[in-house]
């Protein structure tokens, strides 16, 4: 029986992994920055731990609570609407700081015991905006592309300890939170108006293919079980046509 570690479980894509990875007898960690118990179904394979991925201590608990894992599943992040010039250097770090930063100081605790078993998965989830660019998301996406361009180095050098390492690139997902959370850091420029009424309108009219949490799950899932499994994997209609 493995086990996953899955950060960011509070809604959305992570949430919905942990449901799919129970489902299928699979002992779960499902990290939240406030824990909640009554998100996920009882059970003894589930253990629902706090973390903020951008405190090292809060990170040094978790491992130590968490114990031996399989998988990570570095899924924790946050987003951010507008253009970069009216965008804040503050809102920038914390966006870099959660997404990217984060992704790294989780992926670097968890890397001594892969090591020493000569075994693990990690398993980060960025974005299908890095496969096309999209206005107004210019800092988002940089934080996303980096943890892109960091697993492909990744990979190459944990080969060596029989540990993989791959990409989970979602669509755009408007069934999930993702579309609150940025709008706690729209930042509007006057400048930028014409531009930006535009794009939300776009959005809101868009009749394209969409990503559903459950098409992330079943991308880590193939992650986390095949051997053979791309390093890079789309998740959802729109993904998979802009990767092919």
Partial sequence: MKTILITG?????????ARHFLE?????????????????????????????????DS???????????DVLVNNAGIGMLGALEGSSMATAREVFETNTLGTIA?????????RERRAGVVINVTSSVTLKALPLLSVYTGSKAAVNAFTESLALELKHFNIR?????????????FGANAKQRVQ???AYAELTDSVFAGWAQSTEEVT??????????????????PMRIAAGADAVTLMS
């Avoid at 390492?165 to 939170?177: D, N």
Wanted: hydrophobic letters at 50%; aromatic letters at 4%; proline letters at 7%.
């Fill in 59 to 69: 990170i040094r608990r978790l491992i130590e609570a968490a114990g031996p894992v």
């Fill in 9 to 17: 479980c509070s809604s959305g894509f992570g949430l919905e992994t």
């Fill in 106 to 114: 989780m992926t670097q605790a968890v890397l001594p015991q892969f």
């Fill in 165 to 177: 390492a791959h990409v989970v690139l979602p669509g755009r997902a408007p069934g999930t939170s």
């Fill in 188 to 190: 509007l420029s006057e």
């Fill in 212 to 229: 559903e949490a459950i098409d992330v799950a079943k991308a880590v899932w193939l992650a986390a079980t095949d051997a053979a499994a």
């Fill in 24 to 56: 299928r007898d699979w002992n779960v960690i499902a990290t939240m920055r406030d824990p909640r118990d009554d998100l996920l179904p009882r059970s003894a394979r589930l253990r629902v731990l706090p973390l903020d991925v951008t405190d090292a």
